[in-house]
């Protein structure tokens, strides 16, 4: 099984409050080195951890980071962004592109790039940040771009397990962040998810299903659509 004991890892979007956690959580379970990458990458504390800047949508910024860090042996896809709204009818095509480019494109090409690294590696993982809006689409354009997500990490990870790379994705509902600062209800702490994430990833486990929004949500997928979505009953 995969262990983060002596791993080098690297993980995107880590000033952010999920980030941060994987950075400290990877760093409390053995972890050797974590790359801790960001636009403008913040200071760590840690002398193990190496602050790294990287754009995500930038090939040039991504070939740059697969150079510098040509030891990773975990990579975290966890950046993304949530768009101004939820709706597709008041979203520009910009803001679309961009939700896309970000939240879907950049973390497989990042993958693509990062696979020739990981599997130098016996054991390696991939993990990918998805969301219980992979499977139940309030969010518009943010719950498209984590549902091609979920099924790129699908077929990454079939295409990465001979290689030796376990694949890893991530559903969860709202984590107490700056980014669900405004959503009501219950939040699942960083420090929580991390530990979850890591626990699958050291038990050979594929998936993360994190908190009971999210598994029911998943055990309603093989019901008929206005079972998910009752509104459209109420819509007749």
Known sequence: MPT?????VLVTGANGGIGSAFVA???????????????TPREWSDERVVPLALDITDPASVAAAVEAASDV?????NAGVLP????????????????????????????TAFAPVLTAHPQSVLVDMHSVASWYAFGGVYSASKAALWSATNSLRVELAPKGVHVVGVHVGYVDTAMAAHAEGPKLAPADLAGQV???????????????????VKGALSAPVEALYPELSASR
């Open 84 to 111: 101004s709204t939820a709706s597709f009818l008041e979203l520009s095509a910009d803001e679309l592109r961009a939700t896309m480019e970000t939240n879907f494109v950049a973390p497989v090409l990042l993958a």
């Open 25 to 39: 959580e990877a760093l409390a379970r053995g972890a050797a080195k974590v790359y801790a990458t960001a636009r």
């Open 4 to 8: 983060l004991t002596g791993a080098v």
């Open 73 to 77: 042996s975990v990579l975290i896809n």
């Open 198 to 216: 890591f626990d699958a990833v050291e038990s050979g486990a594929y998936e993360v299903i994190a908190d009971e929004l999210t598994a029911s």
